[in-house]
């Protein structure tokens, strides 16, 4: 999950972060920080998220990145999501496709709290976390069939215990598959599903060096 601090110098935004990091060790979290004035030397901001216990660091000025590749603090972010369960974000307060916590007056883009109390960023935190870790187990078809707009919302209703799994037509407890044709994707149901990933799952271990197969991308083109 993604969730961003802004305000002023010393208004709290590394304290809180430090404290997050403290109190969550049962999750890996990497810390992005922007650094307009230049990079921080030791003793600074990024040194205390280090010994606070957080998993990666990342320095950006503007959107130059520095320790880390990337062209812009959007590919940063994603490519972080896909190695940690939390990011958190200080500075960027102009970035309004990050969620964040507002510590000053006039507010900033895409403010979810003003000022809150750390347990209560704990707490959304943790929700935030088990929401996304459903969402992932959907096909996110976002087909709108379970009655919810998309699978997104679906993700919350299960998790406040208002909806099940099963209630998606195209959940597969055993994989995720999707299938895109001519740029379109092709819903299945469980049983074609299963079809395929059995058909697939046996021709490929027949290949020498297939053994245990977890991931499997196929893209063809006909002439």
């Given at each position: ?69 990337g062209e812009s603090i959007s ?149």
């Amino acid at each position: 999950m993604l969730l961003g601090f802004c305000g002023p110098s010393n208004s709290g935004k590394t304290t809180m972060i430090c404290e997050i990091i403290e109190r969550l060790p049962e999750y890996r979290i990497a810390v992005v920080k922007h650094t307009p004035h230049g990079i921080d030397v030791a003793g600074k901001d990024s040194t205390r998220f280090m010994q606070s216990g957080a998993a990666e660091v990342v320095l950006m000025n503007g959107e130059n990145v520095h320790f880390r590749k990337g062209e812009s603090i959007s590919g940063v972010l994603l490519s972080l999501k896909g190695e940690y369960d939390i990011v958190l974000v200080e500075g960027f307060k102009k970035y309004r496709f990050i969620p964040k916590i507002c510590f000053q007056m006039e507010g900033c883009e895409n403010c979810i709290m003003y000022k809150p109390s750390t347990e209560d960023v704990i707490q959304h935190i943790k929700k935030e976390v088990e929401i996304e870790r459903i969402e992932a187990q959907l096909p996110n078809f976002n087909c709108g069939e379970c009655s919810h707009r998309n699978c997104r919302e679906m993700a919350e209703a299960i998790y406040r215990g208002e909806d099940t799994f099963k209630n998606c037509r195209y959940w597969n407890p055993n994989a995720l598959i999707s299938v895109r044709v001519n740029g379109k994707d092709i819903y299945m149901g469980r049983f074609v599903q299963d079809l395929l990933i059995n058909t697939l799952e046996g021709l490929l271990k027949s290949f020498k060096g297939v053994r245990d197969i977890k991931n499997v991308e196929i893209k063809f083109r006909k002439k």
